[in-house]
């Protein structure tokens, strides 16, 4: 029990993880811009920071990295509520293999968005990886690990 807690626990951590790298602007910062997924905020006059659109960015590797950002927090989602209705209606000894590959597309996607960023939009914009980033290939870390657990676990018998 103690172990379905804890797998609970990691997959909705990974979803929040997923949900704030998706959303939030930051996945390249410096000091005076930080730039994600949707849009970009740039320090034009003192302390006033604006919003702008990415219009300079390659537009096919941008839709790209959203749609399989927002792909991968859907899939997660929905990986947590596919273990939770097989934890009551699969019978006793069998894996939890539709809710690893939920998880595995999920892991698949946020790879995915995280490495198009890297290698095609990133060059755009001078400064370091913010934290939307990081948490990116953090998610990406967890959601394999969730995967894999999935794929290996068996429904005991209680």
């Known amino acids: 029990m103690l172990m379905l807690a804890g797998i609970v626990v990691l997959h909705i951590t990974t979803i929040i ?11 390249v910062i410096n000091d005076s811009m930080s730039a994600g997924l949707w849009g970009k905020w740039e320090l034009k006059t003192s302390s006033v920071w604006h919003y702008t659109n990415l219009k300079d960015y390659p ?51 946020i790879m995915i968005a995280a490495s198009i960023y890297t290698a095609e939009l990133q060059i755009k914009e001078q400064g370091g990886y913010g934290h939307s980033y990081v948490l990116a290939w953090i998610s990406f870390v967890f959601t394999l690990l969730l995967a894999v657990t999935y794929l290996i676990l068996r429904k005991k018998s209680e």
């Open 59 to 109: 537009q096919e590797y941008l839709q790209t990295v959203q749609a399989t950002s927002v792909l991968a927090c859907i899939f997660a989602i929905l990986a947590l509520f596919v273990f939770v209705a097989q934890l009551f209606t699969l019978p006793k000894g069998q894996r939890f293999t539709f809710t690893g590959v939920l998880q595995l597309i999920a892991c698949l996607c």
């Open 17 to 27: 993880l997923l949900l704030v790298a998706t959303i939030d602007n930051a996945w």
